[in-house]
């Protein structure tokens, strides 16, 4: 079957179809998946009954699998291990200890691992249980955030550095950010995608926290429209998840933030990630 991808919006992502995952792919096929990953920014496999390892060889095809530190405390019932690289994004609790990662409430719009020096490149999220309602995941193209940024506002950003954190620990109901912050990186407001060659927005509302050379004030006076105008629905595609959907997106040019949902239904992700092998520029 030929492999054809529909698109989700105008500006961002596509669905991939004619592709089965638990199966080895081939090398055209795994080039031509990539092709279409630079040109959509987010894939999205439907119907994917994906176990660990075949989660792992999905993710492979988009790159060098990076390796988390941050484990599971617990695992579900009838799970026997973890597989390396592998973070579980849940909120169901056993004994009342969460088993997973980011286990509830609203999350803002962010780039993920901004706050390391060489951040991955890419996020891949794979659904196992989901709510009846809510806990989608929210897509901005930030290509298309710069092509459209006003040029007095992008005439004053240019050329500039900004500090971005990670507020590590779990995600804490009604507070917005999560905990205290552990780790700081700075990168370019814009950056220069090192496969396109386009340019993007590279700072969000969650994890950017100033520009370099200026107070926190000034920073974000001219980082909140920034901000506003990133997250426009104009260029915004927010997925419903459905079990056994596979979404892959770069993180290079798009950003991503999650919406409520009830915390007495669960939710049960796995998560794997793309390493990035260049410092931003």
């Not at 950003?157 to 700081?184: C, H, I, P, T, W």
Request: net charge negative.
């Amino acid at each position: 079957m030929a492999i054809t991808a529909v698109p989700l919006t105008e500006h961002i992502g596509a669905e991939v179809r004619g592709v089965d995952l638990t199966k080895p792919l081939d090398e055209a096929t795994r080039a031509e998946i990539y092709q279409l990953w630079l040109k959509h920014l987010i894939l999205l496999f439907r119907g994917q009954e994906l176990n660990q390892e075949q989660l792992i060889q999905a993710t492979k095809v988009f790159g060098e699998q990076a390796i988390s530190n941050r484990k599971a405390e617990l695992l579900p019932s009838g799970w026997a291990k973890l597989l390396p690289g592998i973070m579980l994004i849940s909120n169901i609790r056993e004994n009342g200890v969460p088993i997973g990662n980011l286990p509830d409430g609203e999350m803002w719009f962010h780039h993920d691992m901004l706050h390391v020096e060489k951040p991955h490149k890419g996020t891949c999220l794979y659904s196992m249980e989901v709510p009846s309602k809510g806990g989608n995941t929210r897509f901005a193209s930030c290509y298309r955030a710069y092509e459209t940024l006003p040029a007095a506002l992008k005439e004053k950003l240019e050329g500039k550095r900004a500090f971005n954190s990670y507020r590590l620990g779990e995600a804490k109901r009604d507070d917005g950010m999560g905990v205290d912050q552990v780790n700081e990186s700075s990168h370019p407001v814009f950056r220069t995608h090192d496969e396109t060659g386009r340019k993007a927005v590279y700072v969000n509302r969650l994890m950017t926290v100033g520009i370099e050379g200026m107070d926190r004030d000034a920073s974000m006076k001219l980082l909140a429209p920034v901000f506003d105008h990133s997250e426009n629905e104009e260029w915004v595609y927010e997925h419903v998840w459905r079990p056994h959907d596979l979404v892959v997106w770069d993180n290079r040019c798009s950003m991503h933030a999650r919406t409520d949902f009830s915390a007495g239904e669960r939710r049960l992700m796995m998560r794997t990630t793309i390493a990035g092998n260049v410092r931003p520029s």
